[in-house]
Structure formats: C-alpha cells, structure tokens
C-alpha cells in the first residue's frame, strides 16, 4: 500500500511528540488538535525508495497541500445478526 501517495494521518507535529504522549498517558491514536502542523506518512510516486517506508514521517501547515500527499479511504468492518 505504500509509495503510491504520502499519507495525511491525524497526529499533529511537534518535535517532542510521541515524548508528551508517553508522559501524560496517552499511548493509543494520540490527537492533539492545537498544535499547526499536520504529520503525513509514507511516501509518494514521487520519493525515495526510503521515504516510501511506512516509518517515513513529514508535516506541513494544516493550511498546506502538496500534489503526493493524499489519505486512504477505510470502511470499518460492520457486524451483523442476520
């Protein structure tokens, strides 16, 4: 799935980050909205082979757009009693 587009996600940027998390409890899908810059994952058609790994992090302004930055579409798995 990766190297086809960089991936927006919902963590925000901060150099510390995953630190601050880890200090105040917060180790699952960690979202902090204040914060003005947005990560995306991945890489791109447009990258390096090393930026196409799934550990390959960037960020831009949440007012910024870049043509290989994208998101994946997902559907949660719904259960039903038929």
Not at 53 to 74: H, M, N, P
């Amino acid at each position: 799935m990766s190297g086809n587009v960089e991936e927006w996600c919902l963590d925000t940027y901060a150099e510390s980050f995953y630190n601050e998390c880890n200090l105040q409890g917060v180790t699952k899908d960690p979202f902090h909205n204040t914060r003005k810059f947005q990560v995306f994952r991945g890489g791109s058609f447009f990258n390096s082979l090393k930026s196409c790994e799934i550990t390959s992090r960037g960020y831009l302004g949440k007012d910024q757009r870049a043509g290989s930055i994208g998101f994946r579409l997902a559907l949660a798995k719904v259960h039903t009693n038929l």
